[in-house]
């Protein structure tokens, strides 16, 4: 016999709330929030992963806590906001061989990136369910009212700018996978960034009043542009030779020459990167690079926003990149 509800609540998830005072130890129906600082807002997102669909079933607990937390994370930083604590919702199969260790490793996760992050579990349940492992996490974080980064404020004349490298973690489900075959180090550092990405906390925040507009890219990157660009009413041009690849990524483009198409596609249109994209005047191009650099975070131009409609990817010879009109990312 198993523990029960509130034995693995005061076990497993109520250490998690020490630090949050509002969320009284988890020992009440709901928290309270703090008063947000003077001219700030709550910030709220949340994300659902599912076994199966989100992260595969056999992956390790730690892990799919850590990265169910940095989706949050990210969506926060997207909006500019300070992370601030969260709320977590898990259904966990009756037939679980050992809940007890899968929640003890998933407990462990949580810690490991409540202290990276600064924040606090303020409340959650947990339920049995028929089906895969479910979890849902509600993230809250605060940012200067008004100061909120929308996806709604690009501008003709801006440029374009992405964090950190793009498709990584695109090749990293195709290595996880067995799509695709790279070196074995090359296969370790891509399924890592897979498997946990680095939500922007820092950066997001940093961008405050210095984006016009900006998102994270979750869905890839081609497809989460064209929502800047439908929601600002304008047009996104990306320079495919300006997006920024990390080693691994580069050598899998280069390494096969019928394949360097389908590579390259696959990395401006996979997902999971969890950069921000955001656009910003080009009078700002030295406070956007002095902010990244105090964030500890490379940025890039990869374009600029111009007149008209949707997304057009350049190559090197000037002409769109074809092929990618059915970019984004599909569950696997
Ligand atoms: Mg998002």
Redesign the pocket.
């Known amino acids: 016999m198993g523990l029960g509800e509130f034995e693995r609540i005061d076990r497993f998830f109520a250490p998690l709330s020490q630090g949050a005072g509002g969320a009284f130890g988890l020992t009440d129906d709901a928290a309270l929030l703090p008063e947000a600082a003077d001219g700030s807002a709550w910030v709220v ?1 949340v994300d659902a992963l599912v076994a199966g669909v989100h992260f595969l079933p056999d992956d390790p607990p730690d892990l799919v806590a850590r990265k169910a937390l940095r ?1 949050n994370l ?2 926060l930083a ?1 909006m500019g906001a300070v992370p601030y604590g969260y709320t977590l919702a898990l259904a966990l199969p009756k037939g679980l061989p050992d809940p007890e260790s899968w929640l003890e490793g998933f407990a462990r996760g949580l810690r490991a990136d409540q202290d990276r992050y600064g924040i606090h579990l303020l409340g959650g349940d947990s339920v049995s369910t028929p089906g895969p492992v479910t979890l849902s996490i509600t993230a809250f974080g605060s940012v200067a009212r008004g100061g909120e980064l929308r996806r709604s404020g690009a501008s003709v004349g801006d440029d374009l700018w992405v964090s950190g490298t793009i498709g990584d973690a695109a090749l990293g489900l195709g290595v996880l996978q067995g799509t695709l075959r790279v070196s074995a180090a090359d296969a370790e550092i891509l399924a890592d960034r897979y498997r946990l990405p680095e939500p922007r906390v820092a950066l997001g925040p940093a961008l405050v009043g210095l984006a016009t507009a900006g ?2 890219v ?1 869905d890839g990157l081609v497809q ?1 542009a064209g929502h800047i660009a439908e929601r600002s009413g304008v047009a996104l041009r990306i320079e495919a030779a300006a997006v920024p690849l990390s080693p691994a990524v580069r050598r899998c483009i280069d390494s096969s020459d019928p394949l360097r198409h389908d590579a390259l596609s696959g990395v401006l249109t996979g997902g999971d990167d969890y950069e921000l994209l955001f656009a910003a005047p080009p009078a700002s191009r030295d406070r956007v690079s002095e902010a990244a650099a105090a964030a500890g975070v490379q940025v890039t131009r990869i374009g600029r926003v111009e007149d008209g409609r949707g997304v057009r990817v350049m190559a090197e010879d000037g002409r769109p990149l074809q092929g990618l009109e059915r970019g984004g990312w599909n569950h696997f």
């Open positions: 997102t989706v990210s969506d997207a998102l994270d979750s989460d």
